[in-house]
C-alpha cells in the first residue's frame, strides 16, 4: 500500500548511530527481507487460525497456547543443549552468591517471560526514530547472535516509514507542529531545564501556576494542581484523598495506576463490575447499611476506558453516587481533548455538569502531546492534594517546557489563540474515529467499544495471531499495538487502533484495505466466519450476558433502595449532616463536629508554613539557591540547552505512548545505554518519573512471601514499594549496622523454627536502603551492609537518588565513595531528578533485574515514556559528570561547606545530622521543640532568609510517612557546583541574622558552645536526632559518613572491637583528656577539617555508658592495653581480665597429625600445580579438535549435555537400581554398594584436598553444606565411577579369563573400546562442566586404584551379600569402614578456623552416601527370595523393552513414593521436637544460663542454638530418606517382583 499523499515514503532513514543501542553486525543478512518473507505462524496446520470454527475461541485459544508451550519449551530445551542462557532471566549475580532466584513467587510471570513472551517480544518496544505524528518512522532490530532461540535484538539504523496506529496523539499536538514545537525549543533555551525542586518547595514556579489556573478554568473546575506523570498522577493523589476507614469502590477494568493508587491509600477496596451501576448500588447499600462503618465513599471510574474503548456510564453513576452521599473520581486520561464538542472530555459528551463530579483527574500526554497529569476539584481538595500527595511532595515538578506545551496546545483546543484550528481538530478526530470504526466493522471484525472514543480494540483471540497480526501489519507499513496476557485475560488478545486528527482520510482507507487482507490471511473476519455456535468463547456473548446480569443487579439493587437510603440517613447525626466526612479529609472519623469547612484557610495556611513559596512565584528571585536539588548546576547549561532544544526540534516534546507501545525513541536508549556504562552495570531501565521509580522496582521484584530488611530513614518512594510488594518488613536503626546484623540474625532464628516444612527453602530477603538519606543527610554504612547482605544471602536494593552524579571522585555514587563494586549491589535505583538535572529515574543491576522490569514496572509498563529531550538531558548530564569532574569536585567543597558551618555554629541555633561527603546537608534546630513550634520557627527563618535573596525553605516531608519514620524538621539545604565561597558566606551570614531575630536566646547557644557539657545543659545531642524506635540510643557521632571520618572504634559485626588509628591515635586522643563523663573533646585538626557530626565526640557511643569511660580511655590509649584493645570487650560490673585470648594457644596437635599434616600439605601442593599445569595446556588441545566446551555448534554441546547426564548421580540413581531388579544377583548388588563405596571415598578426598575457591558458589555461612552449590576439587567422582563401574561390569561379563582365551574375541574387545570411550566422554564431559584436567585425571586413577583393589575379593564381597546374616565378617568390615571415614574425615580450616564449605559439603554427601550403601547392604542381606526357579530372560529387543520399562517405572514410583511418605513423617516428628525445644528448653537455657553472663547480645543469644538444632533436624530427615531409599531399593521393591513374579513367564 501507498503511505500516503501527505508524505513521501522515507525507507532506511538513518540516525546518529551514538543514539542507537549498537551497529549491525557486519556481514549480518538485511533483516528487511525476514519481515518481508514472513509467514504467519497460524497459518501453519498445527497452528491454524480456523480452529476456532471449530472448537470455538476458549478451546481453539487454550489449544494454541498448548503449542505455544510446547514450542517455548523446546526452543529453551535447544538453547539449553547449545549452552545458551536466558537474557531475559539471567541472574549472573544471584547465581554466583547462591541466591534464592528471582523467579521464587512469581513462577508464572518468569514461565511467560522463558516460553510465551520470547516469540512475539519482536512487535513490544520497537524504537521510533522520528518525531510521534501520524506517520513515523519504526526502528529495525535484529537478533544479536544467530544461535539458538529468543535471542536479544538490538537495534539497527534501518527503520520503515508507517502510519501510526497506536500513538495517544489524537489531536496531533505530539510531535513536530508549527502551534507548538517553536514555542517549547524556545522555552527551553529561555527557562531552565528542570525546577529543580518539588512543588511543594522551591519548584512552584510561573508557568505551573499558569497552567493549573488554565487547566481548572477549562475542566470548569475552582482549582487544579498538576504532577509532573500521568500514572503518578493517580498513583500518588489518590493515598492523599483517601485513607484507612475509607472506601474506595473502583471499576473492574480500571488502569493499574488507579489500583495502585488504592493500595496505597489503606482504604478499603472494593470493585465493582465493569460499567455495571447495579453492582456499585449494591457495594453503596452494603457500605451504608453494613456493621463496618466508612468516613467517606470514594467511587473511581474511567472516562474512556483504555482495553476496551468504552465510555463510562456517568450520568448513572453520578445518579446514584448522589442518593448514597458517595464522591466520585473521574479519570479522564483518555477522554480530556479527545471528544466533547469543545474538547472537554466525558462530561461534556455526556451531558454531565462538572460540579457533579468531585474530582476530575487528567493526563497531558495524550490529546495534548506533552506530558504529566492533573487534579482538579474544589479549594479544598486541591490544597489537600498539594500537602499530601507525593507527586507534590517527593518528586520535581513540571518542568517550564512541558507546561509551555500544555499551554500552547490548550490555547489552541480552546479557541483562545484567535483560530478555529482547535475546533477543526477536534471534529477531524471524531470524523476519523467515526469513520475508522465504521471501516473496521464492514470488514467483519469484532470491534470493542463505543463512538466517539478514538481507542478501537479489536479481538484476536489466538495467541499466535498477536505476533502474526503486527509483523504483516509492519510489512504493508502499518505501526499497530497489539497486545496479550498478562494486559489482558490469557483468552482475548486484541489489536488496539488509536486513531489521529492527524490522520487523512486516505491514509486511514489504506489502513483498512491493508488490514483487511491481513483478517483474511489469519481469519479474524469473526462476523463473517463466527465461531462454532455450541462452544463459547466470544467476548460479545459474555458482554451480553454480563448485560442480562446487570440488569438483574440494577432491578434488585433498585428493590433494596428505600431501606438502604433510610439507613444512610440514619449515618447523619447531631450537627454532621454530611453522612459522610469531606473529602479533603483523609481516614478521619465520623462525629458531630466533622462537617463541611467554611473555607480552605486551614489546609492552605497549613501548606504555607511548611515552606511553599509565595502565592504568585516569580522567576529568578533569589541570588542564592541552598534548597535547589541541582547539584551539579546544569539546569541553566547553555550547552544542556542547546541539545535539549535540538532534541525538541527534532523529535518534539512528549512521546505520546509508553514504551512498549511506539514510545522508545533514539535518547531513551541512549541515556540507559550510558547509565549501565557509567555505574558499571550490565543494563539500565529508565523510568518516566523519580518519584515513582523504586516505588515500581521493589513490588516488581519483591514477593508478599518475602522479608525486607529496611532502614528506618528511608523515603516516601520506598515505604510506597513496600506497601505494593506487601513484603514482611523488618526495620533496622537508622543507619545502624549493627543493628541491621540483629535484625539479620533474627531472621536466621525465624527462618530456622518457623518454617512450614524443614526442607522447603527459606524466604527470599532483601536488604532495602538508601544511599544518601534525603531525610536526614546519612550514608548508609556501604561496606558493613554488603558484608551483612553477602553472609545472610539477601538481595540488596539500594536507592541512589542524592548520591548518584554528587558522590564519589567520578560522580558514581555511594559505590565509588566507599570503594564498592558496583556489581555487589543487586538493584540500584536513582533519581534524575538531582544531579541529573532531568526528570525520571532509573534502575541498573543484572540483565534479567532489568528485563523483568520492562514487562513487569508497573512505572514502565503503563506510563508514557519520558519526553525524548529530558532524555537527552540526563546523558548529556552524565556525559558531562565522566568528562568534567571538576562539577563533582565544586558540589563536595560547597557538602563541606555547609555541613562545616552546620557543626562549627556560623548558622547559631542549628546543627545538622549529615555525614561527611553528604551532598544534602539539613539545618534542623540544635534544641528540640514541640513539631508545630519548631515548624513555625523554621518556616519563619526561611520566608526572612528568602525576602532577602536567600533560596531555602523547610524541608517538605509528606504526611503520610509514619511519624516514626519522619525525619527531623529542618531546612533544606543542597551543595551546588554553582555555589562560591562569597555565595555560601553570605547565605550564612543572612541565616545567621534571621536565626538571631527568631530563635529563642537558649536556641542560639547551642550550636556555639561545643564543651564537653553543652550536651547536658541543652538536652540535645547534634546529630542525635535520627529516627529510632522510642526506647533505643540512637547512633552516636562518628557514623559510616566517610572513610576518613569513622569513628575512633567500632564494634564489628563479629563482636570484636577495632580501632582506627588514623583517625584516633593521631588525631582525637593525642590531646583529649578525660572530663568525668565520658566525652573526649576534638583535636584542632578535627575541628579545622571534616566534623564527626558534632562538635563533641561521645566514647560512650561504643561502650554503653559513662561507667566504662576510664577503661575505654586506658583502651584507646597508645600507652596501655586493655582486653579491649586485644579483642575481648569486658562488660559493665564484670572484673578485669589479668590476661587476654591471645594469651591462650590457638591451637592442639600430636606428632602423628603434625607430620599427616605436613604430608597433606605437599600433595595438596602437587595437586593445585597440576591442576594449573592442566588447565593451561588441556583446553588448548581441545580446541585445536573442535571439542572445547565452549564451542557453538550443535554436536559438540549434545555431547557435553549427554556425557554430562550419563555421568551424574542421577543417572546412577535411576540406572543402577534398574540393574538390581532386573538381574536379581549377588554381583548386582556389589556394582551398586562399589559404586556408593568410590563415590563416598571420592567426596572424601575432595573434602580433604577442597580450597577457599573449590565451592564455585558460596554457601549460606548459617546453613553450611545444605546449600546447594556446586564443588571443583581432585579428584572428579563422576571420573572415578566412570573409570570403576565400565570395568567392574565387564570383569562380571566376561570373568578373569585372559582375552585370547575367550570364545568372542572381537566382541570383547567392542565391549572394553566402548568402556573406554565412555570413561573418555564422561571425562570430557566433567571439564565442559567446571572441573580441572587434574581433578578428572584423580578420579580416573582413584577409580582405577578402588577397582583393582576389589578385584581379588569379589567372592569374598558377594558371598557376604548372599549371607543370611548381617553378623558377618563383610558386615563387620563394611560398618568399620564408614566409621572410620565419618570419624575421621579430615577437614581444611580458613584463616579464620571455620571449615571450608567445599569441605563441609563433602563430608554431608559422604556420609550420606556411606548410610545409603550400608543400609541398602543390609537389606540385600535381609532379603529372602523366593524358592529358585528358572531364569527367563526376554530374548527379543520388544521383550527387552517391555521388562525393563516396566520395572522401571514400577520400581521407581515405589521408591520415590516411599521416600517421599518416610520424608513427610519425619519432617513433622522433627518439626514437633524442634517445637518443644524453642518452647520448653530454649528458653530455660537463654534465660538462666546465658542472660547472666553479658558475654553476647542479645541478639546472639536468641539465636544461639537454634541454628544448629535446625542442622540436626534436616541431618535426622536426610537419614529417613537415606535409609527409607536404600531398603525399599534393596528390599521392597525386588520382594514386590518376586511376589509378581508367578504371575508371568518372565522374571519381573
Not at 600507652?1119 to 572484673?1135: L, W
Not at 565411577?1281 to 570364545?1303: E, K, Q, S, Y
Request: with cysteine; aromatic share 8%; proline share 5%.
Amino acid at each position: 500500500t501507498h503511505p500516503g499523499r501527505r508524505r513521501p515514503a522515507r525507507e532506511g532513514r538513518r540516525l546518529n548511530p551514538c543514539l542507537l543501542a549498537r551497529e549491525p553486525k557486519v556481514g549480518a543478512a538485511r533483516v528487511e527481507m525476514d519481515y518481508d518473507a514472513y509467514v504467519p505462524d497460524s497459518s501453519r496446520w498445527a497452528k491454524t487460525g480456523l480452529a476456532y470454527r471449530v472448537l470455538g475461541h476458549d478451546a481453539a485459544t487454550y489449544y494454541q497456547y498448548a503449542i505455544y508451550v510446547a514450542e517455548g519449551l523446546g526452543k529453551n530445551s535447544f538453547n539449553a543443549l547449545r549452552g545458551i542462557k536466558d537474557w531475559r532471566t539471567d541472574d549472573q549475580n544471584g547465581e554466583q552468591n547462591d541466591l534464592p532466584a528471582l523467579s521464587k513467587g512469581k513462577l508464572k510471570d518468569f514461565f511467560y517471560i522463558r516460553n510465551l513472551y520470547g516469540n512475539i517480544e519482536d512487535v513490544f518496544n520497537r524504537p521510533v526514530y522520528s518525531s510521534p505524528e501520524d506517520w513515523i518512522d519504526v526502528g529495525i532490530r535484529e537478533p544479536e547472535s544467530e544461535r539458538g532461540y529468543f535471542s536479544k535484538l538490538v537495534t539497527t539504523p534501518q527503520s520503515r516509514r508507517c502510519l501510526n496506529l497506536g500513538s495517544y496523539n489524537y489531536l496531533g499536538f505530539g510531535g513536530l507542529n508549527t502551534h507548538c514545537t517553536p514555542l517549547v525549543a524556545k522555552s527551553v533555551m529561555d527557562y531552565p531545564v528542570t525546577s529543580a525542586g518539588s512543588a511543594a518547595e522551591l519548584g512552584y514556579n510561573p508557568l505551573i501556576k499558569e497552567v493549573e489556573d488554565v487547566t481548572a478554568k477549562y475542566v470548569g473546575k475552582e482549582a487544579a494542581v498538576v504532577v509532573g506523570m500521568g500514572f503518578a498522577t493517580n498513583s500518588t493523589v489518590i493515598p492523599a484523598i483517601a485513607g484507612k476507614g475509607d472506601l474506595i469502590v473502583s471499576d473492574a477494568l480500571n488502569h493499574n495506576s488507579i489500583v495502585e493508587g488504592a493500595r496505597l491509600s489503606g482504604a478499603k477496596v472494593k470493585a465493582f463490575k465493569h460499567n455495571c451501576v447495579g453492582d456499585l448500588e449494591l457495594i453503596f447499600q452494603d457500605a451504608v447499611a453494613g456493621k463496618q462503618r466508612y468516613n467517606k465513599i470514594l467511587v473511581i471510574i474511567e472516562g474512556i476506558y483504555s482495553m476496551e474503548g468504552e465510555l463510562c456510564c456517568l450520568p448513572e453513576i453520578v445518579e446514584v453516587c448522589k442518593l448514597y452521599g458517595a464522591y466520585v473520581w473521574l479519570d479522564e486520561a483518555h477522554s480530556i481533548g479527545a471528544i466533547g464538542k469543545t474538547g472537554r472530555g466525558v462530561c461534556e459528551e455526556l451531558g454531565v455538569d462538572p460540579k457533579d463530579v468531585d474530582i476530575m483527574m487528567g493526563t497531558f500526554t495524550k490529546s495534548f502531546g506533552a506530558a504529566g497529569g492533573y487534579v482538579a476539584g474544589d479549594y479544598e481538595t486541591v490544597a489537600r492534594v498539594r500537602q499530601f500527595a507525593a507527586g507534590c511532595t517527593d518528586a520535581c515538578s513540571m518542568p517550564p517546557a512541558v507546561c509551555t506545551q500544555i499551554l500552547s496546545s490548550l490555547r489552541v483546543i480552546s479557541g483562545e489563540d484567535g483560530t478555529d484550528i482547535g475546533a477543526k481538530k477536534l471534529r477531524q478526530l471524531r470524523d476519523n474515529s467515526k469513520f475508522f470504526r465504521e471501516g473496521l466493522e464492514a470488514l467483519g471484525l469484532e470491534v470493542l467499544g463505543h463512538h466517539p472514543s478514538p481507542v478501537m480494540p479489536v479481538m484476536l483471540y489466538q495467541p499466535y495471531k498477536i505476533g502474526d497480526f503486527s509483523r504483516l501489519a509492519f510489512n504493508r507499513k502499518l505501526a499497530v499495538v497489539v497486545v496479550g496476557a498478562p494486559a489482558t485475560p490469557v483468552n482475548y488478545p486484541r489489536i488496539r487502533f488509536c486513531v489521529s486528527a492527524a490522520h487523512s482520510r486516505e491514509d486511514l482507507a489504506d489502513a483498512l484495505a491493508a488490514i483487511s487482507d491481513i483478517a483474511d490471511e489469519l481469519s479474524i473476519k469473526f462476523k463473517v466466519a463466527p465461531p462454532n455456535a455450541w462452544c463459547p468463547g466470544s467476548i460479545h456473548d459474555k458482554e451480553e450476558k454480563e448485560k442480562q446480569v446487570s440488569i438483574k443487579r440494577v432491578a434488585k439493587a433498585r428493590a433494596a433502595r428505600s431501606a438502604a437510603l433510610d439507613s444512610a440517613s440514619k449515618l447523619a447525626s447531631g450537627t454532621n449532616r454530611a453522612r459522610f466526612a469531606p473529602l479533603h479529609s483523609r481516614g478521619e472519623r465520623l462525629g458531630d463536629d466533622i462537617g463541611p469547612r467554611a473555607s480552605s484557610s486551614g489546609p492552605i495556611d497549613g501548606y504555607k508554613l511548611s515552606g511553599v513559596t509565595e502565592k504568585h512565584p516569580k522567576w529568578d528571585q533569589y541570588k542564592i539557591m541552598l534548597s535547589s536539588t541541582d547539584i551539579l548546576a546544569l539546569t541553566n547549561d547553555p550547552v544542556m540547552k542547546e541539545a535539549c532544544a535540538a532534541t525538541v526540534e527534532e523529535l518534539g516534546l512528549g512521546s505520546c505512548s509508553p514504551r512498549g507501545f511506539y514510545g522508545t525513541f533514539p535518547p531513551h536508549m541512549d541515556v540507559e545505554r550510558t547509565i549501565a556504562d557509567f555505574l558499571g552495570v550490565q543494563e539500565a531501565v529508565l523510568y518516566s518519573y523519580g518519584a515513582c521509580t523504586v516505588s515500581s522496582v521493589i513490588p516488581a521484584l519483591g514477593y508478599k512471601a518475602d522479608v525486607a530488611v529496611v532502614d528506618r530513614g528511608v523515603g516516601y518512594g520506598i515505604l510506597a514499594g513496600l506497601r505494593l510488594s506487601k513484603m514482611d518488613v523488618r526495620w533496622y536503626n537508622h543507619c545502624d549496622a549493627e543493628d541491621c546484623a540483629r535484625v539479620f540474625a533474627q531472621l536466621e532464628t525465624e527462618d530456622g523454627v518457623h518454617s512450614a516444612r524443614l526442607a522447603r527453602p527459606g524466604r527470599r530477603r532483601w536488604l532495602i536502603t538508601e544511599g544518601c538519606f534525603q531525610g536526614t543527610g546519612r550514608l548508609a554504612p556501604l561496606p558493613d551492609l554488603v558484608a551483612l547482605k553477602d553472609k545472610h544471602h539477601a538481595r540488596m536494593i539500594m536507592d541512589e537518588s542524592i548520591s548518584f552524579g554528587a558522590m564519589g571522585a567520578s560522580g558514581r555514587g555511594l559505590t565509588e565513595h566507599f570503594g564498592v563494586n558496583p556489581k555487589s549491589i543487586d538493584v540500584i535505583s536513582a533519581s534524575l531528578e538531582n544531579a541529573g538535572a532531568s526528570v525520571g529515574g532509573f534502575c541498573a543491576g543484572d540483565t534479567g533485574v532489568v528485563a523483568y522490569q520492562r514487562l513487569m514496572g508497573a512505572g514502565y509498563v503503563f506510563s508514557a515514556s519520558l519526553p525524548p529531550y529530558l532524555a537527552t538531558a540526563a546523558a548529556h548530564a552524565i556525559r558531562r559528570v565522566s568528562a568534567e569532574p571538576r562539577l563533582v569536585e565544586r558540589a563536595q567543597a560547597s557538602a563541606a561547606a555547609l555541613r562545616d558551618a552546620a557543626l562549627s555554629g556560623r548558622v547559631p541555633g542549628f546543627t545538622t545530622d549529615a555525614d561527611a561527603c553528604s551532598p544534602i546537608v539539613p539545618l534542623r534546630l540544635a534544641v528540640g521543640a514541640s513539631v508545630a513550634d519548631e515548624n513555625a520557627l523554621l518556616a519563619d527563618v526561611a520566608a526572612r532568609a528568602r525576602r532577602r535573596g536567600i533560596g531555602v525553605c523547610v524541608a517538605r516531608v509528606n504526611p503520610l510517612v509514619p511519624p516514626d519514620r519522619r525525619p527531623p524538621r529542618a531546612l533544606r539545604c543542597f551543595a551546588s557546583a554553582a555555589h562560591t565561597r562569597e555565595d555560601l558566606a553570605t547565605a550564612f551570614q543572612v541565616l545567621a541574622e534571621e536565626s538571631a531575630k527568631v530563635l529563642p536566646s537558649h536556641a542560639l547557644s547551642a550550636a556555639v558552645d561545643a564543651s564537653p557539657g553543652a550536651k547536658k545543659r541543652l538536652g540535645a545531642d547534634p546529630g542525635s536526632m535520627v529516627m529510632n524506635p522510642p526506647g533505643q540510643q540512637p547512633p552516636k557521632a562518628g557514623g559510616y559518613g566517610s572513610p576518613k571520618n569513622a569513628p575512633g572504634a567500632k564494634v564489628n559485626l563479629d563482636g570484636t572491637i577495632s580501632l582506627n588509628n588514623d583517625s584516633v591515635k593521631r588525631d582525637l586522643f593525642a590531646n583529649g583528656s578525660s572530663n568525668g563523663v565520658g566525652e573526649v573533646k576534638a583535636s584542632p585538626s578535627k575541628q579545622k577539617g571534616a566534623h564527626n557530626r558534632s562538635a563533641s565526640w561521645s566514647v560512650n557511643s561504643m561502650n554503653g555508658g559513662a561507667d566504662n569511660a576510664p577503661e575505654m580511655f586506658e583502651a584507646l590509649s597508645p600507652v596501655k592495653e586493655s582486653p579491649i584493645a586485644n579483642g575481648s570487650a569486658s562488660t559493665g560490673g564484670a572484673p578485669r581480665r589479668m590476661f587476654s585470648d591471645q594469651d591462650s594457644p590457638q591451637s592442639l596437635s600430636v606428632p602423628l597429625l603434625v607430620v599427616l599434616l605436613y604430608w597433606h600439605n605437599i600433595f595438596r601442593r602437587y595437586i593445585l600445580n597440576q591442576i594449573d599445569i592442566t588447565t593451561h595446556m588441556v583446553p588448548k588441545w581441545l580446541a585445536r579438535i573442535g571439542l572445547h566446551p565452549t564451542e557453538s555448534r550443535g554436536p559438540v554441546r549434545f555431547f557435553y549435555c549427554a556425557a554430562g547426564y550419563f555421568g551424574s548421580r542421577n543417572f546412577h540413581s535411576m540406572a543402577l537400581p534398574l540393574m538390581v531388579w532386573t538381574y536379581d544377583c549377588g554381583f548386582t548388588r556389589l556394582v551398586m554398594v562399589f559404586y556408593c563405596m568410590t563415590s563416598g571415598v571420592g567426596c572424601l578426598l575432595k573434602g580433604a584436598l577442597a580450597t577457599n575457591t573449590s565451592s564455585s558458589r558460596p554457601a549460606n555461612s548459617s546453613l553450611g553444606s545444605l546449600m546447594p552449590h556446586r564443588v571443583h576439587a581432585w579428584p572428579s567422582v563422576a571420573g572415578c565411577n566412570a573409570t570403576a563401574l565400565p570395568f567392574l561390569i565387564l570383569r562380571w561379563r566376561h570373568g578373569d579369563v585372559w582375552l585370547w582365551d575367550m570364545a568372542n574375541q572381537e566382541a570383547v574387545v567392542r565391549e572394553y573400546a566402548a568402556a573406554f570411550a565412555y570413561m573418555f566422554a564422561i571425562s570430557l564431559a566433567r571439564m565442559g562442566n567446571g572441573d580441572s584436567p587434574a581433578n578428572v585425571q584423580g578420579g580416573v586413577v582413584v577409580g582405577a586404584i578402588m577397582l583393582r583393589v576389589l578385584l581379588p575379593h569379589i567372592d569374598w564381597c558377594i558371598a557376604g551379600l548372599e549371607a543370611s546374616t548381617v553378623f558377618t565378617a563383610q558386615g563387620f568390615t563394611i560398618v568399620g569402614m564408614v566409621l572410620a571415614a565419618i570419624l575421621l574425615f579430615p577437614m581444611p580450616l580458613n584463616s579464620r578456623g571455620e571449615i571450608l564449605y567445599a569441605s563441609s559439603t563433602c563430608y554431608r554427601r559422604m556420609w550420606r552416601t556411606f548410610f545409603y550403601m550400608l543400609f541398602f547392604a543390609a537389606g540385600s542381606v535381609w532379603r529372602e527370595g523366593p524358592a529358585a526357579q528358572a531364569i527367563e530372560l526376554p530374548t527379543t529387543p520388544a521383550g527387552w523393552a517391555g521388562v525393563l520399562a516396566a520395572k522401571f517405572f514400577v520400581g521407581h514410583v515405589i521408591s520415590q513414593f516411599s521416600v517421599w511418605a518416610i520424608s513427610y513423617v519425619s519432617q513433622l516428628f522433627v518439626e514437633c521436637w524442634l517445637r518443644a525445644y524453642v518452647k520448653y528448653f530454649k528458653p530455660w537455657s537463654v534465660g538462666e544460663h546465658r542472660r547472666g553472663t553479658g558475654g553476647e547480645e542479645d541478639g546472639e543469644s536468641k539465636t544461639y542454638g537454634t541454628t544448629h538444632m535446625r542442622l540436626v533436624a534436616i541431618t535426622v530427615v536426610e537419614l529417613a530418606q537415606d535409609i527409607t531409599g536404600a531398603l525399599v531399593t534393596a528390599h521392597g521393591v525386588p520382594r514386590l517382583f518376586d511376589t509378581l513374579r508367578s504371575y508371568t513367564s518372565l522374571r519381573i
